[in-house]
């Protein structure tokens, strides 16, 4: 069974710009979650989506948003990017229901560079 | 506020030899699963071994266990018989009821396994 994609992998965008990260779960799985994993501020929870609701979100400011589509896909944008956005982008996928204990599984991330 | 700390940034072993992590979280929910995720240098987060809260028994995968302190909030991870390929950064998480499938994660240890 094919694991969670996250495409691209690697991306620099200059200061202003915004970016879209796109993250496939896998094959039934209907929970995606989106983390922000810096040195500063180590791994940090952005939002998790399910069945294309955003169900829990972090604290993060407005410039960071998500959808998810009816297949489970799901994408994240951040508009006016900053220099520190830069970061790894890790996306995750669940069952999303049910017990605490399904497991999370995670995709390589997308390394976002901003210059 | 729900916090998990790693009190070990780096930490060192040798092949065969066996080495204990250390997490500490903290948090008011009875309801909660505990984690350890390892992340390579590939930087794919897998999942190493999880607790339930309400289990007395601690978890063991393989070479892989640990100790489980309810009352201290304390989750140690023991991995026996080390392998160069448990070299990699490892993150003590939890997730609550409360908090919506968010992970909190730590902020990590990184070890490395000696020839």
């Known amino acids: 069974k094919a694991g969670v994609t996250q495409t691209p992998r690697y991306l620099i965008k200059t200061r202003g710009q915004q970016v879209t990260l796109s993250c496939s779960p896998i094959?039934?799985?209907?929970?995606v979650s989106w983390y922000q994993q810096t040195p500063g501020q180590g791994l940090q929870f952005l939002f998790e989506y399910f069945s294309e609701t955003q169900r829990n979100k972090g604290n993060f400011p407005g410039r960071f948003s998500g959808r998810q589509f009816s297949n489970s896909r799901s994408e994240m944008n951040v508009s006016t990017l900053e220099l520190g956005d830069s970061a790894l982008y890790l996306c995750?996928?669940?069952?999303?229901?049910?017990?605490?204990?399904?497991?999370?599984?995670f995709g390589q991330g997308t390394r976002l560079t901003v210059v | 506020a729900q916090t998990v700390t790693q009190s070990q940034p780096e930490m060192s072993v040798q092949e065969a030899e066996t080495v204990t992590l250390s997490c500490t979280y903290d948090t008011s929910e009875n309801n909660y699963y505990l984690f350890w995720y390892k992340q390579p240098p590939s930087r794919q987060m897998i999942l190493v071994i999880r607790?339930?809260?309400?289990?007395?028994q601690n978890a063991t995968e393989n070479r892989f266990s640990v100790n489980f302190q309810k009352a201290a909030k304390s989750f140690s991870l023991k991995i026996s018989d080390s392998q160069l390929g448990d070299t990699a950064m490892y993150f003590c998480a939890f997730i609550t009821s409360g908090s919506a499938r968010q992970l909190t994660f730590g902020s990590g240890t990184q070890l490395t396994v000696l020839p």
């Open positions: 995750a996928s669940s069952i999303g229901q049910g017990t605490l204990n399904t497991e999370a599984f």
């Open positions: 607790q339930e809260a309400y289990k007395q």
């Open positions: 094959s039934g799985h209907r929970s």
